[in-house]
């Protein structure tokens, strides 16, 4: 299965900053995805990133917020704009073998705390 | 409204017992359910998947069932182990994505 390297796995940010998360995969995948884990709940899906064009953000979500870049098959990046406390978050990378009835593979996380 | 809804008190059991997790979902209809494992500061880990049309599957001391009328699916471990303990997380497919459940935290007892 993919091996998927996220960073940085923690910050520690200012309110009003921004910070960027990297997640680079070893192999080429199809589906990449961006999820967001608060403490003791479920993961919330982000966005799709889609290589060569733009995300596809499920609703409460906004590009202007998050904006991804998905330059080619192996790396994206999620951005999480204009910090505030309920950004404090785990934030996580995940990729697809292909349709719903495959597995997903995630990374590590980004354990993210705003000042 | 669509719910999946798994046990938030923590499963405390004696090593060698089966270890039984649910997750229940309301208003979906799901074609495939997954179970994932996640430990402390990592992402989750996949497990089993089982499709709509499969009552049971088994990998290894895993065993998921799947029920469509019940809108139910069970995960075992039998002869659980201390490296069992972790956060259980079922998830389900909804239109294009996975949807996950908050997870069962399990805790195996030397």
């Known amino acids: 299965s993919a091996v998927i390297s996220q960073k940085p796995s923690r910050d520690i940010c200012q309110r009003g900053t921004s910070l960027t998360i990297q997640c680079q995969v070893d192999s080429q995948v199809t589906m990449m995805f961006w999820y967001r884990q608060q403490p003791g709940q479920s993961l919330t899906l982000i966005a799709t990133?889609?290589?060569?064009?733009?995300?596809?953000?499920e609703s409460g979500f906004v590009i202007d917020k998050f904006p991804i870049s998905r330059p080619n098959l192996t790396f994206s990046t999620l951005t999480v704009s204009n910090l505030s406390p309920e950004d404090s978050s785990i934030y996580l990378c995940s990729v697809g073998e292909g349709g719903l009835d495959q597995p997903q593979h995630f990374g590590d996380g980004t354990r993210l705390s705003i000042l | 409204s669509q719910k999946i809804e798994q046990n938030s008190e923590a499963l405390n059991i004696q090593e060698g017992k089966t270890a039984t997790l649910t997750c229940n979902y309301t208003?979906?209809?799901?074609?495939?359910l997954q179970w994932y494992r996640q430990d402390p500061g990592r992402g989750p880990v996949f497990l089993l998947l089982i499709r709509e049309n499969e009552k049971e599957k088994r990998k290894e001391r895993l065993k998921v069932t799947f029920d469509t009328t019940l809108k139910q699916s069970l995960f075992h471990i039998t002869a659980s182990q201390p490296a069992d303990s972790a956060t259980y997380l079922c998830a389900l497919d909804s239109s294009y994505k996975l949807i996950f459940g908050s997870g069962t935290r399990l805790l195996v007892r030397p």
């Open positions: 208003n979906y209809s799901p074609a495939y």
């Open positions: 990133a889609n290589q060569g064009s733009e995300a596809t953000y």
